[in-house]
């Protein structure tokens, strides 16, 4: 976090968010995401680390990120329908 707040950037609780989806998500679906939450951690991890070692050794690009994950993805025989996006 500290990361993040040094580039400028606020961080807030997602708290609101996860009440939002556990108020609105049935038993099944809240272990499904559970489940794919457990698989993505370690490219989660990865990813902040790559992202820092990124902006210390100059700075990228959001679409060089997005294929980082995808490579990820497809390294840890993950599938998605799409690739991530921060529009």
Known sequence: MDL???LGKNVVSAQDLIA???ATMNDDQNCHA???ARHHRPVDGRS???IGRRVR???TYE???QQWFMDAFE???LVTDDA???R
């Open 75 to 77: 390294r840890e025989g």
């Open 34 to 36: 559970l489940c794919r």
């Open 20 to 22: 939002q989806f556990e």
């Open 48 to 50: 902040v680390q790559e």
């Open 84 to 86: 991530p996006s921060w």
């Open 4 to 6: 993040i707040r040094g």
């Open 57 to 59: 050794s100059g700075g």
């Open 63 to 65: 679409h060089e990120i």
